[in-house]
């Protein structure tokens, strides 16, 4: 049944991965089925920046979709200014004003639209769950991420600038995980929730005893393909890719490091994207003696990320810490299997049939894991035709057809249970007043 829905998507844009393209999708594809009302406060670098969207939305209208752009205010946009200079926490405290900002604007919507129900979209960390509960309304929180405990393991031999920043963030999530008033509070009064990994749920149910529905940020959003002439030479050379910014979280080095311990030449290894790393990876690899065995492609198009892509054999991720990041998904839209740390989102998205997971373990062991996979598979480059053959069946589990139908399972939940909430709440208020 179509439904009017309020959307609340700070960061979203049509032209942007991350969570801007999240946002995005899931916009554009329940569109198709509804009609939408979207409070969002950027689309391009920092709060308030919104040229992009909204030539977008100028040139190319979507027929069932109201944007509504929610300004920061003065004291937002002025503390904002920290955010741009590097000190990023002080976002947290120009987006609880934007939130603020956005419950005003939400209200005004409903004064000449009966919403059926409410959608606190993104960005999908749980540390600021907004205030449009207060709209009594059912609402729908999720996918929410970003509850995730970075492993010391993986924080090994990094730079004390890095462990100490991971530290204090794991040290901040403990806090507000177990002692925040007001994100206990947001639990448990969405009328459903939506965790972006297993994991999530696992802590949701353990912190605030609640029930959540597993769905990713992220989903397929181009039909899926598999060239399966780039497997002609595949036993001469197998593609490997590595796709993300060249900064520590991310995580190249262990990625470095188990190609250092391969037995067999007939490997190319693409690194797709930048960073302040660039140079201290180009010369790790060096010191490694992989640098004939890389291409460095840099920031290129995406149409031209996308082709080398789809022109692997395997995929390789590395990072310390993930929601769900898109490459995994733009891999398996192209049939390209991945190897990953079995943990966040990866873990969940990666299976036998659509690639390979190494044990959370120590450094050391999880390198020695992810090398002995890419022997087996130099040894044995005809096993990668196979897997690729089956990771498209995987990624139709992350079809947006199947995602919307999900979707619209959890707003109509979201309406039960807030129909249910409302009655209880009334019938306590009739026996009280029988009873005073």
């Known amino acids: 049944?179509?439904?009017?829905?309020?959307?609340?998507?700070?960061?979203?844009?049509?032209?942007?991965?991350?969570?801007?393209?999240?946002?995005?999708?899931?916009?554009?594809?329940?569109?198709?089925?509804?009609?939408?009302?979207?409070?969002?406060?950027?689309?391009?670098?920092?709060m308030g920046d919104t040229q992009t969207l909204k030539k977008y939305i100028q040139d190319t209208p979507l027929p069932s979709v109201t944007f509504i752009e929610v300004k920061g205010g003065r004291l937002a946009n002025s503390i904002n200014l920290l955010n741009k200079i590097g000190l990023g926490w002080f976002f947290y405290f120009a987006y609880y004003l934007w939130q603020k900002r956005a419950l005003k604007a939400a209200r005004e919507v409903l004064n000449t639209v009966d919403i059926d129900v409410v959608h606190q979209l993104g960005p999908i960390g749980f540390r600021e769950p907004g205030f449009l509960k207060q709209l009594n309304k059912p609402i729908v929180w999720g996918p929410i991420g970003g509850m995730n405990i970075i492993s010391r393991e993986l924080l090994k031999d990094k730079p004390f600038l890095t462990r100490l920043k991971f530290s204090v963030k794991n040290?901040?999530?403990?806090?507000?995980?177990?002692?925040?008033?007001?994100?206990?509070?947001?639990?448990?009064?969405?009328?459903?929730?939506?965790?972006?990994?297993?994991?999530?749920?696992?802590?949701?149910?353990?912190?605030?005893?609640?029930?959540?529905?597993?769905?990713?940020?992220?989903?397929?959003?181009?039909?899926?393909?598999?060239?399966?002439?780039?497997?002609?030479?595949?036993?001469?050379?197998?593609?490997?890719?590595?796709?993300?910014?060249?900064?520590?979280?991310?995580?190249?080095?262990?990625?470095?490091?188990?190609?250092?311990?391969?037995?067999?030449?007939n490997w190319m290894l693409h690194i797709l994207g930048t960073g302040p790393l660039a140079l201290k990876?180009?010369?790790?690899?060096?010191?490694?003696?992989?640098?004939?065995?890389?291409?460095?492609?840099?920031?290129?198009?995406?149409?031209?990320?996308?082709?080398?892509?789809?022109?692997?054999?395997?995929?390789?991720?590395?990072?310390?810490?993930?929601?769900?990041?898109?490459?995994?998904?733009?891999?398996?839209?192209?049939?390209?299997?991945?190897?990953t740390i079995d943990h966040c989102g990866m873990g969940n998205v990666i299976c036998d049939n659509c690639g390979f997971k190494v044990p959370l373990e120590t450094y050391d062991a999880m390198v020695n894991n992810m090398t002995d996979?890419?022997?087996?598979?130099?040894?044995?480059?005809?096993?990668?035709?196979?897997?690729?053959?089956?990771?498209?069946?995987?990624?139709d589990e992350h079809s947006w057809y199947k995602r919307l139908s999900k979707l619209n399972s959890m707003y109509s939940q979201a309406i039960l249970a807030h129909g249910r909430r409302f009655n209880s709440s009334s019938s306590t208020l009739v026996q009280t007043s029988l009873t005073a």
Not at 374 to 392: E, F, I
Request: charged residues 20%; hydrophobic residues 40%; glycine residues 6%.
């Open 373 to 395: 996979v890419l022997n087996d598979l130099l040894k044995n480059p005809g096993k990668l035709l196979a897997l690729a053959q089956t990771t498209l069946q995987c990624a």
């Open 281 to 339: 990876m180009r010369q790790k690899a060096d010191r490694l003696k992989l640098t004939n065995h890389i291409i460095w492609h840099g920031h290129i198009p995406r149409k031209e990320a996308v082709r080398v892509m789809a022109g692997s054999h395997l995929h390789m991720i590395t990072s310390m810490a993930e929601d769900n990041p898109a490459v995994i998904f733009e891999a398996l839209t192209y049939g390209v299997p991945t190897l």
């Open 171 to 265: 040290a901040i999530n403990h806090y507000q995980l177990n002692y925040s008033k007001r994100i206990k509070e947001a639990f448990s009064d969405a009328d459903v929730l939506i965790a972006a990994t297993a994991a999530g749920q696992q802590t949701i149910q353990e912190k605030f005893g609640a029930e959540s529905y597993y769905l990713p940020e992220q989903g397929i959003i181009t039909n899926t393909f598999l060239d399966e002439t780039k497997f002609e030479h595949v036993k001469q050379q197998v593609q490997l890719v590595w796709s993300g910014s060249l900064i520590e979280r991310k995580n190249l080095d262990m990625c470095l490091d188990a190609l250092a311990g391969i037995k067999h030449p």
């Open 1 to 46: 049944m179509k439904k009017k829905i309020l959307i609340s998507a700070y960061a979203i844009s049509p032209v942007r991965g991350s969570e801007y393209g999240a946002a995005w999708n899931t916009v554009t594809h329940l569109a198709s089925q509804h009609e939408l009302w979207v409070l969002y406060g950027m689309s391009d670098d920092h």
